[in-house]
């Protein structure tokens, strides 16, 4: 089983971590992509515009990171559907190395076959539908939000705020400490991405946290 990744060094960490060292991972190469069984796109929903090199291929499986980004739409733009099984995972940073891998397909037929590949490289998956911000995503970072809006208002220092999560709901970080874990330019695309996608209230991103993303392109 020949399989191939890129994205960035913290999630091809955690990827080598998921899967057995009896199936190595090599880095992609855009030049080699007919060379290999299964492919992980790490990053990809930061360059969607990569799909045109994966839905051309045949009797491969692709696996792309869509938390920003829904399969669908893309090949809606393309005005084509992929010739081989192609599957979006939730691959931010801290959340690939869990014991179930958060998958969506567009079909049952791609979701079987994933299913299967993956299960034989020692990956256990849980699909949930395909769509902007899958399920982990769109809860934790709404929570990172609400979390600035809490500070932003003047009720409780993100200190207070982390230990309070941290003590009071057992969650394994706090807020704060996650968004700086999962990056907080994860955070702010993925909720701007959920608002355009459903112009829902609940995911319009706290002025503290674009302040806080936009100056980290000016430091």
């Known amino acids: 089983m020949n399989i191939a990744a890129?994205?960035?060094?913290?999630?091809?960490?955690?990827?080598?971590?998921?899967?057995?060292?009896?199936?190595?991972?090599v880095p992609l190469k855009g030049t080699e992509l007919d060379n290999y069984d299964i492919i992980f796109d790490l990053d990809f929903d930061?360059?969607?515009?990569?799909?045109?090199?994966?839905?051309?291929?045949?009797?491969?499986?692709?696996?792309?990171?869509?938390?920003?980004?829904?399969?669908?739409?893309?090949?809606?733009?393309?005005?084509?559907?992929?010739?081989?099984?192609?599957?979006?995972?939730?691959?931010?940073?801290?959340?690939?190395?869990?014991?179930?891998l958060e998958c969506c397909a567009t079909?049952?037929?791609?979701?079987?076959?994933?299913?299967?590949?993956?299960?034989?490289?020692?990956?256990?998956?849980?699909?949930?539908?395909?769509?902007?911000?899958?399920?982990?995503?769109?809860?934790?970072?709404?929570?990172?939000?609400?979390?600035?809006?809490?500070?932003?208002?003047?009720?409780?220092?993100?200190?207070?705020i982390d230990l309070g999560m941290r003590l009071g709901t057992a969650y394994p970080k706090g807020p704060f400490a996650w968004s700086q874990e999962i990056g907080l330019d994860h955070v702010y695309e993925t909720l701007e991405a959920m608002y355009q996608d459903t112009k829902d209230e609940r995911y319009k991103v706290c002025p503290m946290l674009k302040t806080e993303y936009l100056q980290g392109f000016i430091e």
Not at 6 to 25: A, M, V, W
Not at 109 to 123: M, P, S, T, Y
């Open 107 to 160: 079909n049952k037929n791609d979701e079987a076959i994933a299913v299967e590949k993956l299960k034989n490289i020692g990956l256990e998956t849980r699909f949930v539908k395909s769509r902007v911000g899958l399920v982990t995503p769109r809860i934790i970072c709404m929570i990172i939000n609400e979390a600035y809006f809490t500070v932003q208002e003047g009720t409780a220092t993100r200190e207070d």
């Open 46 to 100: 930061d360059t969607p515009e990569q799909i045109g090199q994966y839905i051309h291929l045949e009797n491969k499986l692709i696996v792309l990171s869509t938390v920003k980004v829904q399969l669908e739409e893309l090949y809606a733009e393309l005005g084509m559907l992929p010739k081989t099984t192609i599957i979006g995972i939730n691959a931010l940073p801290t959340f690939i190395n869990r014991p179930l």
């Open 6 to 25: 890129k994205g960035q060094p913290n999630q091809l960490d955690e990827l080598r971590e998921l899967i057995s060292s009896t199936h190595p991972i």
